[in-house]
């Protein structure tokens, strides 16, 4: 039986006993898509799954898991961390100064 062609470059075959770990929940999964999204652009390979056990009888409920391999934990770890951190601080407004239109005259 000949042998199948191994081709260069190829992805290895994924680990089926491969440790993974989570990295992220939520009960909305739409910001779980957003990470997820966040993930993928960064080339860290993630596996977004349910979190609740009956997906037939109840889709969506109980929340949205991200794993990733062990190796890639601590890099999509930091990466979200970064995400979740505000812009800027909420407690702060914009001050803006009011000029008078000079062409009116009192």
């Given amino acids: 039986m000949p042998e199948p062609l191994k081709t260069s470059g190829a992805q290895p ?35 977004l799954t349910s979190a609740s056990m009956v997906q037939d009888a109840f889709p ?13 934990a601590a890099a999509a770890l930091k990466l979200i961390a970064e995400y979740r951190q505000p812009a800027f601080d909420d407690d702060e407004t914009a001050e803006i100064e009011i000029i008078e239109d000079p062409q009116e005259k009192p």
Avoid at 25 to 40: F, I, M, N, R, T
Avoid at 60 to 72: K, M, P, Y
């Fill in 13 to 47: 075959d994924p680990d089926p006993n491969e440790k993974l770990i989570k990295v992220f929940d939520s009960e909305q999964e739409s910001e779980a898509l957003v990470v997820k999204g966040l993930l993928d652009s960064a080339g860290i390979d993630n596996d």
């Fill in 60 to 72: 969506g409920l109980g929340g949205t898991l991200i794993l990733v391999r062990e190796e890639d």
